[in-house]
């Protein structure tokens, strides 16, 4: 099931110094607060996509339709008002907000 949902990256200092994607389509590593001291135990991959490349856009927000890449995944934890983090293997890129 795929959801709306805000994009928030971190500055470019804070995210090890990643570039935002260049592209429609970014898979990154969760992190939600029920992950707990395991986390990347058990982390689940998510799908973000965006009508316009975040690199091209003029904000550190941006819109998009996030989605588990597994079915198997706990879709219960996207939902609306929901926050995780967002990863590119070890570093912390951005945070997302579940809107719907």
């Known amino acids: 099931m795929t959801h709306s949902t805000l994009v928030h990256w971190l500055p470019a200092q804070e995210r090890g110094k990643r570039e935002v994607p260049a592209t429609l389509r970014y898979v990154g590593i969760s992190r939600f607060p029920e992950d707990g001291e395991g986390w990347p ?3 689940w991959s ?3 996509r965006f009508t316009e490349p975040p690199a091209e856009q003029r904000s550190d927000v941006c819109e998009a339709q996030t989605r588990f890449l597994f079915e198997t995944a706990p879709q219960e934890r996207l939902h609306p008002g929901a926050r995780f983090s967002l990863y590119e293997g070890p570093y912390w890129v951005a945070e997302v907000e579940v809107l719907d």
Do not use: P, R, S, T
Request: a negative charge; proline letters at 0%.
């Open 46 to 48: 998510v799908e973000l």
């Open 41 to 43: 135990d058990g982390a």
